[in-house]
């Protein structure tokens, strides 16, 4: 590496070599000036233009490309998050829907954490004690059963959701036929997620697609809140009742924000709140 004082005196012998040669070209005749002019141009003048004007273009193309670059991430970051923003906007509207149908006896909550201690059938909701919440309350969405509550704080609450293996609703189908009760379809693979109706009497055949909504028995969850879809029957050879997988109508973990019925509201009933479809 060259030192400052290096630098300098190199400097000053390229200024010298400017003002010898300005001189000796001053002093010859118009003709050969402009020939050496010429020369000059060809020789030293056009190729540093032109590599003047090529660093220019790759300048802008780099300018052009780095700008090319931050439009397109933002483009893909827009498109990755609009559809969650959408999802969102839409179960929020259903939620409100659900709230102007219900009218009174319910708390509006977020799920603030889940999963809760360790279990991935648990949430922590954003509403307790002081909003009304008790145990066993029922927690719902614009679509159907989502759980209900186990334990209670002062501003908190967990709630167990689908498919934890303690949660059972006592069901049947939207005609009255088939009673029976929804539980965990204790599989693994692509049923993991699909629940159980046990108990249905035999005389009672249930076709696919039917829906099966809470019954109303028990005294925790009032009847007509949806709870999914018949699948299909499992084959049980010599049982006395039937068994059918039911295509849950919600899955918790898709959901940010639910509704919990408070005590009054289960027991006077959510009549015409769900519709049948």
Do not use: K
Not at 71 to 80: D, E, K, L, M
Not at 117 to 144: C, N
Request: aromatic share 4%; charged share 20%; proline share 6%.
């Amino acid at each position: 590496m060259r030192g400052a004082g290096e630098e300098t005196r190199t400097d000053r012998l390229l200024v010298w070599a400017c003002v010898l040669a300005s001189i000796v070209l001053l002093s010859l005749a118009p003709a050969r000036q402009e020939r050496a002019a010429s020369a000059v141009r060809e020789t030293v003048v056009a190729p540093l233009a032109t590599l003047q004007v090529r660093a220019r273009l790759v300048q802008r193309a780099i300018t052009s490309d780095d700008r090319l670059t931050r439009v397109a991430a933002r483009t893909v970051r827009a498109a990755q998050t609009l559809p969650a923003v959408e999802a969102e906007n839409a179960e929020l509207r259903a939620l409100l829907g659900l709230g102007s149908a219900l009218r009174w006896g319910f708390v509006p909550a977020e799920a603030v954490v889940g999963p809760a201690m360790g279990d991935p059938h648990t949430v922590v909701l954003s509403a307790g004690a002081r909003q009304g919440v008790s145990i066993l309350s029922p927690v719902v969405a614009a679509s159907g059963v989502i759980g209900l509550i186990a334990a209670v704080e002062e501003a908190t609450s967990l709630a167990i959701v689908w498919p934890h293996p303690d949660l059972r609703v006592s069901a049947t189908s939207r005609t009255g036929v088939g009673f029976g009760i929804v539980t965990v379809h204790p599989e693994d693979g692509s049923d993991a997620f699909l629940l159980e109706l046990r108990g249905v009497p035999l005389r009672d055949s249930l076709a696919i697609g039917t829906e099966i909504v809470s019954s109303g028995v028990g005294g925790v969850f009032p009847r007509g809140i949806p709870i999914g879809q018949v699948v299909r029957e499992v084959v049980q050879g010599g049982a006395w009742s039937r068994t059918y997988l039911v295509q849950p109508a919600v899955r918790p973990a898709d959901l940010t924000a639910v509704l919990i019925l408070t005590a009054p509201r289960a027991a006077a009933g959510v009549d015409s709140v769900w519709p049948a479809p």
